[in-house]
C-alpha cells in the first residue's frame, strides 16, 4: 500500500496551484453563538468545478507523464469527483472517462458534461458502479484515478488543510464530512506533521454510517447502497483511507437527514453561501453534540456546493 506522505502533500500544492483557486474562510456571530465554538468554515465550495476533489484530481492529472495523459483519465464518482477529474482534464486537453448512478443529480452530470467528461451510467450501488467502470476501463485505456483511495488524490486533498491552517491559527478541531474518506485522510495527513495537537473529527449521515461503524469495530464494514440526501457520501472506506481514519480519526459523529436539512438551512441563510446536503453534516453534528466542541476553534471543510436548485431538500420532503 502506497501511503501518501507530507511531502507528497507539499509537492501537489506546488503542482495544483495554477488549477485551483485558495478559497477563503468565513464566519458567522450567529453560528458561533448557536454552538457555543469558534468556527472557520472552509470554503471548498468556491473552487470552479464547485468542490475540494479539484484538489486531488488536479494533483492525479497534473501528474501524469506525456506518455500516460495521452489515453487520458477514467473514473467512477456520484458526481463532485467526476466533475473535477473532467475539469482537471479539460485544462490538460485530455479524454475524461466517467461512470455515474443513473440517480446522481442532474446538476452534477452537466457539470461533468460541460467540462467535457463523456459519462457511462450505472445502478446506484457500489459493486455495480465498479463492474461497469471495469468495462469503461478496458476499453478506453485511461488512467485510473480513484475518487478517493489513490495516494495522489489524498495528497492533493490534504493542500486544502494546509491552507486552512494559514488562514486560521490555533485550531482546536478540524471536522469535515466522511463517505469514502479523501479529504478527511488528506487531513490527517497534512495535521499529524503541520498541527498534531489538533483534532479530527469525521461527520457522517446516520443512514450511510459505515465509516462510523467501522471506526467502532475496529475494521472495514463496507454498505453497499446507502440512501441519504448527502449523496456525495455513499461509498465506503478502502484500505489507504481506513489506514488515515483508524490511525489518526479522534472520533466520528453522525447526524440524521432531517438534523443535516436543518443545518444546510442554517449554513445557506447565516453565512450566506451556496453548499449542498453533504456539506452540511459536520454542522449538523457539531449542533447534536455542542459540549465536545463549546470552547473550541473549529475548523469546518465545507467541501462541494453542487446542488440542484430546483430540487432543494426544504422543498421536495426529502428529509421527512
Known amino acids: 500500500m502506497d501511503i501518501p506522505t507530507y ?23 450567529y453560528l458561533n453563538d448557536l454552538t457555543g465554538a469558534q468556527l472557520f468554515f472552509k470554503c471548498e465550495n468556491f473552487q470552479e468545478p464547485g468542490a475540494f476533489k479539484v484538489r486531488g484530481a488536479s494533483n492525479a492529472v497534473f501528474g501524469l507523464s506525456d506518455d500516460q495523459a495521452k489515453r487520458g483519465v477514467a473514473t467512477h464518482s456520484s458526481g463532485n469527483h467526476a466533475s473535477c477529474l473532467s475539469y482537471a482534464a479539460m485544462r490538460r486537453g485530455i479524454p475524461c ?45 485511461g488512467d485510473f484515478v480513484h475518487p478517493y483511495n489513490d495516494p495522489r488524490v489524498i495528497a492533493g486533498q490534504g493542500t486544502c488543510a494546509k491552507e486552512l491552517m494559514e488562514q486560521a491559527d490555533g485550531l482546536d478541531i478540524v471536522t469535515a464530512p466522511i463517505g469514502g474518506g479523501g479529504m478527511i485522510s488528506g487531513t490527517c495527513l497534512t495535521l499529524a506533521t503541520l498541527s498534531p495537537q489538533t483534532r479530527v ?13 467501522s471506526f467502532k469495530a475496529g475494521h472495514i464494514i463496507a454498505d453497499d447502497a446507502p440512501k441519504t440526501i448527502a449523496d456525495g457520501l455513499l461509498v465506503p472506506l478502502k484500505d489507504l483511507t481506513w489506514h ?37 453534516v459536520p454542522l449538523a453534528t457539531i449542533l447534536k453534540n455542542r459540549d465536545a466542541f463549546a470552547g473550541k476553534r473549529v475548523g469546518i471543510i465545507i467541501t462541494g456546493g453542487n446542488v440542484d436548485l430546483d430540487r432543494l431538500p426544504w422543498t421536495q420532503g426529502e428529509a421527512s
Not at 105 to 119: H, L
Not at 205 to 212: G, I, L
Request: aromatic share 6%; proline share 6%.
Open 97 to 141: 472517462h466517467v461512470v455515474m448512478p443513473r440517480t446522481a443529480p442532474q446538476a452534477k452530470k452537466d457539470t461533468v458534461r460541460r467540462y467535457g467528461g463523456q459519462i457511462t451510467e450505472c445502478d446506484p450501488s457500489t459493486s455495480s458502479r465498479e463492474a461497469t467502470f471495469a468495462k469503461v476501463q478496458e476499453a478506453t485505456g
Open 7 to 29: 511531502d507528497d502533500m507539499l509537492v501537489a500544492h506546488d503542482r495544483i496551484k495554477p488549477h485551483i483557486r485558495r478559497t477563503p474562510v468565513r464566519t458567522s456571530d
Open 244 to 280: 488515515f481514519v483508524s490511525n489518526h480519526v479522534s472520533d466520528i459523529y453522525t447526524a440524521s437527514d432531517a438534523e443535516i436539512v436543518d443545518a444546510m438551512k442554517l449554513i445557506w441563510k447565516h453565512l450566506r453561501v451556496v453548499m449542498e446536503p453533504s456539506s452540511a
Open 201 to 213: 473529527i469525521a461527520a457522517e449521515p446516520e443512514q450511510a454510517d459505515d465509516a462510523y461503524r
